[in-house]
DNA sequence: CTCGGCTAGCTAATAGCAGTAGCTTATTGG
DNA sequence: CCAATAAGCTACTGCTATTAGCTAGCCGAG
């Protein structure tokens, strides 16, 4: 029997395309394994079970998503920057909606490695919100209203929560400028 | 062997106590017939299946929520009533998490029962925003706003996405009071 | 070049879940 | 009081995750 060759690495991506795919509630180790060619118990050679693949995508996914928000925010500020950041989160997360839905799972605690991505996502937030002059305790309220506002929409479009035909992605970026504006007088 | 004396609605309302004690995810028959000192196959005389159970807890919780919603802003106007909206919606959310979690899957399209409620709890929002003199398209941005603002701050909570010990609920209130500045600048 | 160890991938087996088939018997209406 | 209905059961299938233990491909030491 010839070897499939298979690596860590190469399980999780197929599982990423998987779940980017099928949904994240698709992911299964029986379809990775089917994927790959390989008898299904194969794959524990490679992750310690699906918990453990899921992390692997969440973490994966924090840093993609965190590159990308800082790419699209460097050298801009303000609105601006703003408009880069909510852009770069709605297209991440459409791009690999899969992949998006696993960092929702709160990282187990022992996991630092991808606490640290999570504070260098939260520091880009920040970073963007001092160019408005909020820090501190603003910025934490800030900063939780932008993801509540950001995560909000994409879970709700792919839950299918918004019935109305009109386009998501118009009430979107008028979100955002709502948001931007409301940041003008943020301060207490 | 003397009757368990189940009904549709018993099954249901076990469920949904299983649910949002457990959390959605632990939503199973089998816990179910457990807490029912009954057969897991015993369900299927009073429910479809899991699906069918899921649906039902999510009609339910609609329902409720659309009532609570609805009662909250009776008789206000304006930032009261949209202040009195978001509480009733967050008390809801963290009264009932399961069943909360439930109302996300979008209904089929065959249960107009649903597609109803839903509708009637979109007309309350429509109600309150038509309060701040907004109507049209601008009332479905405004409301899809809402929306995402207050699922996501109820998401990110309910999956630990929130690191930082700051209160929560201060956040929210902020980011309510925020959107309420925002609406009086909404039109176009 | 070869042989021995490592390990990738396998089969087999366990356990938990959803769902189906068909039986038994409690209940209830005539 | 009896018969039809249906509640709840056992037994089974099929899918999932996970573990145990085997086999054989590959790689490095000599």
New binding site residues.
């Given amino acids: 029997?010839?070897?499939?060759?298979?690596?860590p690495s190469l399980v999780v991506a197929q599982a990423r395309e998987l779940a980017d795919e099928a949904g994240f509630s698709q992911?299964?180790?029986?379809?990775?394994?089917?994927r790959?060619?390989?008898?299904?118990?194969?794959?524990?050679?490679?992750?310690?079970?699906?918990?453990?693949?899921q992390r692997q995508i969440a973490a994966q996914a924090l840093r993609e998503l965190t590159d990308a928000v800082t790419r699209a925010t460097a050298g801009k500020s303000r609105t601006t920057a703003l408009r880069a950041l909510a852009d770069a989160y709605w297209e991440y997360a459409h791009a690999h909606p899969g992949s998006y839905a696993a960092t929702l799972r709160a990282p187990s605690s022992d996991d630092t490695e991808t606490a640290l991505v999570a504070t260098r996502l939260l520091d880009v937030v920040f970073a963007v919100l001092e160019g408005y002059g909020i820090t501190g305790e603003d910025a934490v309220d800030a900063t939780r209203t932008l993801r509540a506002l950001l995560h909000g929409f994409v879970a709700l479009e792919a839950a299918g929560g918004f019935g109305m035909p009109n386009d998501v992605r118009q009430s979107f970026d008028r979100a955002v400028d709502a948001f931007d504006l409301s940041l003008s007088g943020w301060r207490r």
């Fill in positions: 029997m010839p070897r499939a060759g298979l690596t992911l299964t180790l029986a379809a990775v394994a089917q790959l060619g390989v008898a299904l118990p194969s794959l524990y050679k490679h992750v310690r079970g699906v918990e453990d693949l």
